[in-house]
C-alpha cells in the first residue's frame, strides 16, 4: 500500500533550469493538489485537479504548470527555476465523489527542493 | 472560502490535556472540518474530521459549537511524540476545491 509516492525526495537546480516533480497515488483519488511550504512557514496550494484532464489554480500558482493524464499521476512542471521557489513541495490526494471534503488529504513525503 | 485563524504557537508539559482552538466566522452550511498534524521534513497527516457537535477518535476529540463558527481540537495527555504543527481546514459541497491551510499551530510538549 504505497499511497502517495513524490519523487525526487531531493533536487538542487540552478536559476533557469526546469524540472517536473513527480506525484503518483494507488488509491484510485480523484482529487490530487500540489502545495508548497516555505520554512517554518504553512503549505500554500499551487495547482489541483478534480480528475484527469482537469486542473486549476490554487493561490500560488506563477512558475508552474501542471497536467492530469491519468487518474494515478500529477506531475508538477517547474518552468524556468528561481531562488524563490526553494521550498518543499508536498502533493495530496483525497477521494472525490462530490462529498470529497469527507475524505481527508492523503499526502506524500514532500520533495525537498533547493534553486541556486 | 472558510479563512481559519488558530494561535501561532502552544506550549504544555507532558500529561496535559491540550486545546487548540480554531476560528472559521465564514464557514458555509455543508462545509466539515479537518485536522491535520505535521511533524517536521513529513507531509501533514490527518487526526480528526467533524461537522457538528463532538467527535471523538484513539488520539484525539473534537468539539464544535452549535454556530460552527470555532472548533476545539483536544489532544489528552499529552507526550513529547505530540510536538508538531497542527492545522485545522474547512470545506464542503459549497466550497470550491480550493483547499487552503490556515497558518497552523506550533505545539511544543516539554518533559
Redesign the interface.
Known sequence: NAGVTQTPKFQVLKTGQSMTLQCAQDMNHEYMSWYRQDPGMGLRLIHYSVGAGITDQGEVPNGYNVSRSTTEDFPLRLLSAAPSQTSVYFCASSYSSGTFYNSPLHFGNGTRLTVT | LAKTTQPISMDSYEGQEVNITCSHNNIATN??I?W?QQFP??????II?GYKTKVTNEVASLFIPADRKSSTLSLPRVSLSDTAVY?C?V???D?S????????TRLLVRP
Open positions: 462545509d466539515y479537518t491535520y521534513s513529513q507531509g501533514p497527516r490527518f474530521q492545522y481546514l470545506g464542503g459541497m466550497s476545491y480550493k483547499l487552503i491551510f490556515g497558518s497552523g
